[in-house]
């Protein structure tokens, strides 16, 4: 299997607000993560990311609010995307 791409979007939220979604089906885990989704998804104001969550090699699945990095527990790829536009409602109030 090749990697596939599943979803890569922009979505403008007006004025200097917007998103950027990208996943990946992947044919094996990207490591240490044990799924088999490479994904970024984040949430820009003024040029700045004030919310991100992607997976890379070696840190496996974890998000950015505001500049701090956390550990995140993926299960899916709906409770991913819920849980990021969560953080989005609440930095954006």
Known sequence: MK???LQKERIHLGGDRFVDV???AVPAPVTPSLHRFKYHLA???NETCVVRYDNERG???HKHRNGVE???AFTT???LI???WAD???WSG
């Open 3 to 5: 990697a596939a791409l």
């Open 22 to 24: 990208v996943i990946w």
């Open 43 to 45: 949430y820009v104001v």
């Open 59 to 61: 840190k496996g699945d």
């Open 70 to 72: 956390m550990v995140y």
């Open 77 to 79: 790829l709906d409770k």
């Open 82 to 84: 819920d849980d990021f």
């Open 88 to 90: 989005v409602a609440q």
